[in-house]
C-alpha cells in the first residue's frame, strides 16, 4: 500500500470548517484514499473513502486533486467532538489487499 | 446502524494465563480483523479472516495467538500464555465485499488488555 503524509497536529476554531490534507505521491491506479478517525481510545471510526472523484457524505467531503497525489478532507462546520485523530489511509481494492495500514494521523483540536 | 460489539471491555490477567477476547461482527460481514493499540501508539494490524481461514497475518501475530469463528456470529482471539508487552487495546473490525471490491472495516470500541 502507498504510504500517506499528514501533518502531526492542526486547530481549528468550532463552527469553522476543518480542512485536513494528505500526501499520498505514490498512489497506484487502484488504490482508495480512506479516512478515519479515533476519538480517544474508541475504536477508528470509518469517515469517507473515494478513488478518483470528490466524494461527500453526511460527515464530511473528501477532494482528491486530479493526479490523486493529494486529498483534503472537509469537516464543513467543526464541532467539539470532531476532536480527534484523522487517518488517511491508502488501500487497495484487490481480493487479498483487505486489511488497514495506520500510520500516526493528524490531531485535530476544535477550539471554543 | 449494525455495528461491531466487543466483550469484554476491560480484561486483567495475570503474565502467564489465557484470555479470549470476544467479538460479534456485523451479521452480514464475511472479512474479519484484529487490530492492537498500546497505549501511545499506532493502531497495529494483528490478521485477517475469511472463508474460515486466515488470509493474512502480522509478524506480531507469532504462535502465542490464534483465531476462530466457533459459530456463525462470534469471532475471538485468543492468546495462549499472555506477556506483559501483550497490554493493549484491541480491536475487531468487519468489512463486506462491494462492487468495488472490499467495503470500509467497522471497527468495535475494543477490550482493554491489562497483564500484570
Known amino acids: 500500500d502507498a504510504k500517506t503524509t499528514q501533518p502531526t497536529s492542526m486547530d481549528c476554531a468550532e463552527g469553522r470548517a476543518a480542512n485536513l490534507p494528505c500526501n499520498h505521491s505514490?498512489?497506484?491506479?487502484?488504490?482508495?484514499v480512506y479516512w478515519y478517525r479515533q476519538i480517544h481510545s474508541q475504536g477508528p471510526q470509518y469517515i469517507i473513502h473515494?478513488?478518483?472523484n470528490n466524494e461527500t457524505n453526511e460527515m464530511a467531503s473528501l477532494i482528491i486533486t486530479e493526479d490523486r497525489k493529494s486529498s483534503t478532507l472537509i469537516l464543513p462546520h467543526a464541532t467539539l467532538r470532531d476532536t480527534a485523530v484523522y487517518y488517511c489511509i491508502v488501500r487497495g481494492a484487490n481480493f487479498g489487499n483487505e486489511k488497514l495500514t495506520f500510520g500516526t494521523g493528524t490531531r485535530l483540536t476544535i477550539i471554543p | 446502524e449494525p455495528e461491531v460489539t466487543q466483550t469484554p471491555s476491560h480484561q486483567v490477567t495475570q503474565m502467564g494465563q489465557e484470555v479470549i477476547l470476544r467479538c460479534v461482527p456485523i451479521s452480514n460481514h464475511l472479512y474479519f480483523y484484529w487490530y492492537r493499540q498500546i497505549l501511545g501508539q499506532k493502531v497495529e494490524f494483528l490478521v485477517s479472516f475469511y472463508n474460515n481461514e486466515i488470509s493474512e497475518k502480522s509478524e506480531i501475530f507469532d504462535d502465542q495467538f490464534s483465531v476462530e469463528r466457533p459459530d456463525g456470529s462470534n469471532f475471538t482471539l485468543k492468546i495462549r500464555s499472555t506477556k506483559l508487552e501483550d497490554s493493549a487495546m484491541y480491536f475487531c473490525?468487519?468489512?463486506?465485499?462491494?462492487?468495488?471490491?472490499?467495503?470500509?472495516?467497522?471497527f468495535g470500541n475494543g477490550t482493554r488488555l491489562t497483564v500484570t
Open positions: 505514490t498512489i497506484s491506479g487502484n488504490e482508495y
Open positions: 473515494g478513488l478518483k
Open positions: 473490525a468487519s468489512s463486506d465485499v462491494s462492487g468495488s471490491g472490499i467495503s470500509p472495516l467497522h
